[in-house]
């Protein structure tokens, strides 16, 4: 039930329900005390009011005014001064307890709103540290075939047979003895023919 609305008894509003219940059992105490009391016997109306004060039998605010009309009754009557007996006014225990439950639901309530916060944040710095490490593994593999495609340039380069800057010296060298051959081979082919033909150099 709403803590607004809270718990009617008998035109009284309880903000508790085990009050409320309280109330209620002191209500149908109060209806069997009036049945059976005569309120023209005062010294059994005082027995009863002293009584019901030391006891501490009445504990809600229906209690307390029952209480508080049996004192008027019996002061207008002479039968009780407002010094003898009087009613004692508690920051009741009940309410010390509502209080206390109010506190611990407030904080209860504090205590999920910040839990769900602090996930919340965990959640979030969570997605970014996830879409970091994405973002960095991209990088990464990026990267790696960039080197990969660099290193396969670098080898088609070196290992090719288009003159460049890195393969000029190989090549050169490659052209020159493959000139060198031909004319060893052009040279042994014309002294073979001088040989046939009989012409000495």
């Known amino acids: 039930m709403d803590r607004e609305e809270g718990f009617l008894v008998e035109g009284y509003r309880f903000y508790s329900k085990d009050e409320a219940e309280k109330a209620s059992r002191e209500l149908a105490k109060i209806k069997v005390l009036d049945?059976?009391?005569d309120t023209e016997d005062y010294e059994a109306v005082k027995a009863v009011y002293i009584k019901a004060v030391s006891q501490r039998v009445f504990e809600t605010q229906i209690g307390f005014d029952y209480l508080r009309n049996i004192q008027r009754y019996l002061i207008a009557k002479r039968a009780l001064t407002p010094e003898e007996n009087p009613l004692p006014i508690y920051y009741s225990k009940?309410?010390?307890e509502e209080e206390?439950?109010?506190i611990k639901e407030e904080y209860q309530a504090?205590?999920?709103?910040l839990r769900e916060e602090t996930q919340k944040q965990i959640d979030r710095e969570k997605e970014l540290a996830d879409k970091a490490r994405s973002k960095c593994r991209t990088f990464m593999i990026l990267t790696g075939l960039?080197?990969?495609m660099v290193a396969g340039m670098f080898l088609i380069t070196l290992t090719g047979k288009n003159e460049n800057i890195l393969n000029y010296k190989n090549v050169i060298i490659?052209?020159?003895a493959e000139w060198e051959q031909e004319l060893t081979d052009r040279?042994?082919?014309i002294r073979q023919k001088e040989a046939e033909l009989g012409i000495t150099p």
């Not at 504090?110 to 709103?113: A, G, L, R, T, V």
Request: without cysteine; glycine residues 4%; negative net charge.
């Open 187 to 189: 040279e042994a082919v």
């Open 146 to 148: 960039l080197g990969v």
């Open 110 to 113: 504090f205590e999920k709103d």
């Open 174 to 176: 490659n052209r020159y």
């Open 94 to 96: 009940m309410m010390q």
């Open 100 to 102: 206390v439950l109010h």
């Open 35 to 37: 049945e059976k009391l």
